[in-house]
């Protein structure tokens, strides 16, 4: 997490607060995969966290908005995250959001294999388009 945000990789992080306090941040830097920059994808989502409580009301859709938008400003036209296989959750919410899994790969860590895909977006117009802006915030 700490090297997103390196010089060398450009990081940047969004937060949206709401009245009652922040409900979900995501971040976003240079693509720090060799295999997925060489496919093209030159930027990547580093994080994107929304808490639970305040799922499923946009927040996320909001955040990946920011997040496109800020990404287009400093030139990228594409961008790729890993994710766990078993999140399906998250697989969802970026197939929602117009992105395609394109690779696999296997995590060794300590007593474990971790499955991933990696999701990717051709082209980040889809995630500016004005449907996506609006988080659904609380009636107050
Ligand atoms: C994945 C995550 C960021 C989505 O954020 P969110 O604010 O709930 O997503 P949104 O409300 O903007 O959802 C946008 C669309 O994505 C899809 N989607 C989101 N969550 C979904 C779910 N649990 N099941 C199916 N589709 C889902 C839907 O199409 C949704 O549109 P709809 O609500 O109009 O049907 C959130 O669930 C989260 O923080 N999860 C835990 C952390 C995590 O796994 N991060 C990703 C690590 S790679």
Known sequence: MIAAFSPENAGSAFLVEEPGGATGF????K???RGLADKGYSAEITAIYVLQAAQR???GRALLRE??????RAGHRSAALWVLEKNAKARRFYEALG???????QE????TVLQEVAYGWDDLSP???SHAAKPRLPKR
């Open 31 to 33: 693509q720090r995969d």
């Open 57 to 59: 009301k946009g927040v």
């Open 127 to 129: 995630l500016l388009a």
């Open 99 to 105: 992105a395609r899994p394109i690779a696999t790969r």
């Open 67 to 72: 997040a496109a938008a800020h990404l287009r």
């Open 26 to 29: 995501a971040s976003v830097g």
């Open 108 to 111: 060794v860590r300590p007593g």
